[in-house]
């Protein structure tokens, strides 16, 4: 096998340093990393953190865009470390963690936010009529698996939420990826848990605080367009509300 | 928690975007042709006042305007937002009373047609 030279690249990388049992105040560190150019951030902050600072703190597990774990403001946009290849960034690169969340330590975000969030949304599958295991497995055709597949892409990695200025302004949103994945088990053929979800969904902190800016489709990794989920819950609602006013005896 | 009524408002904002999107650059275009003297015949003076004098004419135009302008006065509203005015309670009253003012206005002209 022929063995391909990869060219080196001496990064300049400022990591914003945070650690409540030391120091009171964040605060960015400089450091100069050798690296392949074909390397993505997240190699350059695993060659920091083996080689020049073992304290250095932050997330990942897969390194292949799968786990959602790696999401950090990479020159002021959250991106997955390991999606966001050094050739893209010529210059210093500065590293923080995702925008809107707390910070337990140096890039590491406190989730707790948007995992009770989740919860309240009911993101899974609350069958319309139970099954038992002798009548065997929900099927489901092609065409009703594409209604919801592409919201079944989120990995809930909350590059959404930091890119979201309704969030930021608002942090009792339910937030983008929240409502999509509720949205993905609303248009599931087998599901029948709309009504519940609804209750956290159509209210001023569900849906109706989005203000449809889009940032959080633009970032969003897996190309789940939140926006466009949030987008059809809002028109879907709306006929709810006109239906539950006016004409009550129609069955939504 | 309750559910939002923001339905109402937001009902109209998206119907009046549908409308501002598709029907109001054909009404600027037919517009520029008759500032410069040629409107298709179809829409000559006459025409057009009979459509509005119609009532049929009467609701559609009416329909076209007032989401026009609640679609509008919501997307000011949340642009002020977006500028950093955050008296969001005020610049929704005024913005919602011109729109209803306007709205009552066009009720006065189309009939008296």
Redesign the interface.
């Given at each position: 096998m022929m063995d391909v030279q990869l060219a080196e690249r001496q990064a300049e990388l400022e990591v914003l340093r945070y650690n409540p049992e030391i120091a009171g105040e964040p605060k960015f560190e400089r450091y100069s990393v050798p690296c392949k150019t074909e390397w993505c951030v997240l190699d350059a902050l695993n060659y920091l953190k083996d080689n020049v600072d073992p304290t250095l703190t932050y997330r990942w597990s897969c390194h292949m865009q799968v786990c959602g774990s790696c999401g950090m403001m990479i020159n002021g946009e959250p991106k997955l470390a390991c999606k966001a290849m050094l050739r893209d960034y010529p210059g210093v690169i500065r590293i923080e963690p995702l925008a809107h969340f707390p910070v337990e330590r140096d890039l590491v975000a406190v989730a707790d936010d948007f995992i009770a969030k989740l919860k309240r949304v009911k993101p899974y599958l609350i069958p319309s009529d139970k099954r038992s295991l002798e009548e065997g497995e929900y099927r489901q055709t092609p065409a009703q698996l594409k209604r919801y597949r592409q919201f079944a892409m989120c990995i809930n990695c909350m590059l959404c939420y930091a890119a979201c200025p309704e969030y930021g302004l608002h942090p009792k949103f339910i937030g983008p990826a929240a409502i999509s994945l509720a949205h993905r088990y609303n248009r599931d053929s087998r599901d029948g848990g709309r009504d519940e979800r609804?209750?956290?969904l159509?209210?001023?902190?569900?849906v109706?605080e989005c203000?449809f800016v889009g940032a959080c489709s633009e970032v969003c990794p897996k190309h789940v367009d939140p926006a466009a989920a949030l987008q059809q819950v809002?028109?879907a609602?709306?006929v709810?509300?006109?239906l539950e006013h006016f004409m009550s005896w129609v069955k939504k | 928690m309750a559910k939002s009524n923001k339905p109402i408002i937001w009902g109209t904002f998206a119907a009046g975007g549908e409308v501002v999107s598709l029907i109001t650059p054909v009404i600027i275009v037919l517009i520029l042709f008759a500032a410069i003297g040629r409107p298709p015949s179809a829409l000559g003076y006459e025409q057009l006042h009979a459509f509005a004098a119609w009532w049929f004419g009467k609701l559609v135009i009416f329909g076209i305007v007032f989401l026009s302008l609640w679609s509008q006065a919501h997307r000011l509203r949340i642009t002020c937002f977006d500028f950093g005015l955050r008296a969001d309670g005020l610049v929704a009253t005024v913005f919602y009373v011109l729109a209803g003012a306007a709205s009552l206005w066009l009720i006065l002209i189309l009939s008296s047609i």
């Open positions: 609804q209750e956290e159509a209210t001023n902190e569900g109706w203000t809002k028109v609602s709306t709810d509300w006109y | -």
